[in-house]
């Protein structure tokens, strides 16, 4: 099953606008981390913002907020006042426990945001 | 305070042939993990190591390996190369394995197989 879903390959936004890129997660325990990470074309995956599953308010990180839905299982990120330099692959990711005590990182499929001048 | 650090940046070899990439952690982080990135499979998990211990292991043959040293710098090898092996292949760090722990990741490394 799909543990994390980008359902968003490619969007579009102007240049100092906001943009939301969404993420659905699927677990049933109740400690994970969501994480969203920005690849460029350097390849380089660049930590952006962490939400923890106990966490009571969203994390915002500069330009960058999660609108955390706890029980929508949801986890969009959020960028204000877009820049020519946001242009680069998203990805929503889950940490989460597996058996043993041990956790993984779990990888959507990633958005493609382009960002037009 | 130095990021996760990768070595070498771009790597080509030859079906058959093995390899050993390297990785250094954020200073004071204890768990390092790996990744595999492909255009069809995305990211894909490999294994984590915590004091000089794999901890976990992803669906991978026997010719990917690991470890860790006693510094916490790790290394990942793959033996027999494979087309199928050319991929970016992605470190990260943390302080340590916990699902509410930051992870950051490095820069990679490109294996191309011809």
């Known amino acids: 099953a799909q543990k994390i879903t980008q359902t968003q390959p490619g969007m579009f936004v102007q240049e100092k606008e906001a943009v939301t890129l969404d993420c659905t997660y699927d677990t049933s325990d109740p400690s994970y981390g969501l994480f969203w990470y920005k690849q460029p074309s350097s390849g380089e995956m660049i930590f952006l913002i962490y939400q923890g599953s106990y966490d009571q308010q969203n994390a915002t990180e500069g330009r960058y907020s999660l609108n955390f839905q706890k029980a929508r299982k949801s986890a969009n990120l959020v960028i204000s006042a877009s820049q020519l330099g946001d242009s680069a692959m998203y990805f929503c990711a889950m940490r989460e426990a597996i058996s043993g005590g041990y956790n993984k990182l779990i990888f959507g499929a990633g958005t493609r945001l382009a960002v037009h001048p | 305070k130095a990021g996760v650090t990768q070595t070498p940046r771009y790597l080509i070899k030859t079906r058959g042939q093995q390899v050993t990439l390297s990785c250094s952690p954020i200073s004071g982080h204890r768990s390092v993990s790996w990744y595999q990135q492909t255009p069809g499979q995305g990211l894909q998990f490999l294994f984590e190591?915590?004091?000089?211990?794999?901890?976990n292991k992803g669906n991978f043959p026997g010719r990917f390996s690991g470890r860790q040293f006693s510094n916490s710098r790790s290394e990942m090898n793959v033996s027999t190369l494979e087309l199928g092996d050319s991929a970016l292949y992605l470190c990260?760090?943390?302080?340590?394995?916990?699902?509410?722990?930051?992870?950051?990741f490095g820069s990679g490394t490109q294996l191309s197989v011809l």
């Open positions: 190591y915590f004091s000089e211990t794999q901890r």
């Open positions: 990260a760090s943390s302080l340590v394995p916990a699902t509410n722990e930051k992870l950051f």
